[in-house]
């Protein structure tokens, strides 16, 4: 740290030899000082909300309104939880969740392998335009397919059900993971799956067998991003949520917030705790994965 | 070689799946929507071919034209705030925070992940529970400031929706733009240094004509992201007071699901797509130009 910029906050009297370290040292943490206190404000800033609402869903409906609202709870009592699992079927929500996301998911993983590997590893005449064809789609927002979807799962008869969701997320999943899949084939060495045909391997063989192994993290990357639009989406599930056992965690929040939301603050405060809860155990054994893969995606996208 | 990986049977077996539920759940239903923004009515009450009177209407729909203005000055708004605020969080993390950023980096992205409703009924929380205020009036109070009903005004729920936006992603940006950085090299920072460039200069002249391509692409991606906002601004204030803060997206779902007007409702669509669309064409014609230079 020779090169210390000459801007440094304090201007020291005549030096004494043996002060130096201390004062060099005394220096540093007052030029870091500013750095300190902005990371600290950043974390109170980013932290507080979450703390605070976690503190609120032990309260009771009493202190609600006798305490001010940064007061901490007087008691840890779990009331509330037990009241946003029974009443405001928080459970349910969550089962309804991954029932949709997890087959979405894996369909728009295994589709985009799919075509991704059909259209960049395979040659043929038009698999340009094709993948063009389906990159189209990547913009379209879902407001401009809801209302023919819902005409004609209405017609087959399947709105009673979480079907619609899937099948929807899927069709929308699509187009993103196909073009990401393409680009990530085309980073992989042709020469491997072409020494694969001459040990006799078909193109289709090296597909389950040499391109599937290759790809893990790709597909682990795109099953992030798509497992967090899905999870996160409300304009579809609120669309097809026909009735209430079939509300995804986002529509079941929405609904609690409005039944509940002005008068028993406990449940919904227990509802979004138990979100900030989950995901947070969630991300503390997957954050780096989580946090490179969805920032691949859009670099991409 | 080439005839090989030219096998039909097996490009049929492996597009074929992708490509028809790509086809009958997006290309065709796109399609009918364009064809249904012709008409008027709905399923139960039967259609009736209008022309361009939903186009008509649309221009004069005030309430139409409002969520149009409501959807571009939050995508602006937003997208201005949070490429800005996570570019310099991303700086905070290469050059000052170095090795030790990892904690700061995933605590500022963790809310990313969170349901949006969840974040928006926080935020809605910390303005106000029930009848009584909310912490932030609080500390409005705390330094001698008067209460303010954010929630009761356009203003007011547009200014917690941007910082709730604002809270929720910057921290996402800010790794976007963090790995961008780390791609700089090393050596080219060092020289600039060695030149005597320091603190806003590098910055300025290095830094960011460097890592101009990924700032791009987080402009792309947040302006087609929050073009679209819907679950955020109905679970704050339900696109209140009235109807002032509702969104194209909203707007549309509300006249088509909830108003039954699958024709106006198409129309509206068509509109948001098409916003969409010039939006991404805008930003992206110039910076394709300027990325080849």
Redesign the interface.
């Given at each position: 740290m020779t090169t210390a910029p000459s801007t440094a906050p304090v201007q020291l009297p005549t030096p004494r030899p043996q002060a130096r370290p201390a004062r060099r040292a005394a220096r540093r943490i007052v030029r870091r000082l500013p750095v300190w206190l902005l990371v600290t404000v950043l974390l109170v800033v980013m932290l507080y909300p979450q703390f605070w609402m976690i503190m609120g869903s032990f309260k009771t409906q009493t202190e609600f309104f006798a305490n001010p609202t940064w007061a901490l709870p007087e008691q840890f009592n779990l009331d509330n939880y037990i009241d946003a699992f029974t009443r405001g079927n928080v459970g349910i929500n969550y089962r309804n969740s991954m029932l949709v996301t997890l087959p979405s998911v894996a369909l728009i993983v295994l589709a985009g392998l799919a075509a991704g590997y059909a259209l960049e590893i395979m040659i043929w005449k038009g698999r340009r335009q094709v993948l063009l064809f389906v990159m189209g789609g990547i913009m379209v927002p879902g407001q401009m397919i809801l209302v023919p979807l819902f005409t004609v799962y209405f017609k087959i008869g399947i709105t009673d059900s979480l079907l619609p969701m899937i099948l929807t997320y899927t069709a929308m999943g699509i187009p993103l993971t196909t073009f990401l899949m393409a680009a990530y084939f085309r980073a992989i060495p042709r020469e491997i799956f072409e020494a694969a045909t001459v040990d006799g391997c078909g193109p289709l063989r090296s597909f389950f067998v040499i391109a599937m192994p290759l790809m893990k993290n790709s597909m682990l990357t795109i099953a992030l991003i798509q497992f967090f639009s899905v999870f996160n989406d409300l304009l579809i599930a609120l669309t097809f949520t026909t009735r209430p056992e079939l509300a995804t965690i986002q529509v079941g929040l929405l609904s609690l917030s409005d039944q509940y939301g002005s008068t028993q603050y406990g449940a919904l405060f227990a509802a979004i705790s138990i979100n900030i809860i989950v995901l947070l155990i969630v991300f503390v054994f997957l954050n780096k994965k989580i946090m490179a893969g969805l920032a691949a995606g859009s670099v991409k996208g | 070689?080439?005839r090989?990986?030219?096998?039909?049977?097996?490009?049929l077996?492996?597009?074929l799946?992708?490509?028809s539920?790509?086809v009958?759940?997006?290309?065709?239903?796109?399609a009918?929507?364009l064809g249904?923004s012709f008409f008027q009515g709905n399923?139960l009450r039967g259609f009736e071919f209008v022309g361009l009177d939903n186009f008509r209407e649309f221009a004069g729909d005030s309430a139409a034209l409002n969520s149009v203005w409501v959807s571009v000055s939050f995508a602006v708004i937003v997208t201005v705030a949070q490429v800005t605020f996570g570019y310099l969080l991303a700086l905070?993390y290469v050059f000052?925070?170095r090795k030790g950023s990892a904690f700061?980096?995933?605590?500022?992205?963790?809310?990313?992940?969170?349901?949006?409703?969840?974040v928006a009924?926080?935020?809605?929380?910390?303005i106000a529970?029930?009848e009584?205020?909310?912490?932030v009036n609080?500390a409005i109070n705390a330094f001698g400031g008067e209460s303010i009903e954010f929630l009761a005004s356009t203003a007011g729920t547009m200014t917690i929706a941007v910082i709730m936006t604002l809270?929720s992603s910057m921290?996402?940006y800010a790794?976007?733009l963090y790995?961008?950085l780390l791609d700089i090299p090393e050596e080219v920072v060092e020289s600039a240094r060695m030149d005597g460039a320091?603190g806003p200069r590098l910055v300025g002249y290095i830094i960011i004509p460097l890592s101009l391509p990924?700032l791009l692409?987080?402009i792309i991606?947040s302006l087609?992201a929050t073009l679209?906002v819907?679950?955020s601004l109905?679970?704050l204030n339900n696109g209140g007071p009235g109807t002032t803060t509702a969104p194209l997206?909203l707007y549309?779902?509300r006249t088509?699901?909830e108003y039954a007007e699958?024709g106006y409702?198409?129309t509206?669509?068509?509109a948001?797509?098409l916003l969409?669309?010039v939006f991404?064409l805008v930003v992206f014609r110039p910076s394709s130009k300027r990325v080849e230079d």
């Open positions: - | 070689m080439s090989v990986f030219g096998d039909k049977k097996t490009i077996i492996l597009l799946p992708t490509l539920i790509y009958l759940l997006k290309v065709i239903p796109v009918w929507s249904l399923t905070l000052v925070l700061v980096r995933t605590a500022v992205f963790f809310p990313m992940v969170l349901p949006t409703v969840a009924l926080l935020f809605k929380s910390l529970v029930g009584n205020q909310g912490p609080d809270w921290g996402f790794v976007l790995t961008g320091t990924i692409s987080s991606f087609n679209k819907f679950d109905l679970a997206t549309m779902y088509a699901f699958y409702g198409s509206i669509a068509l948001l797509t969409c669309l991404t």
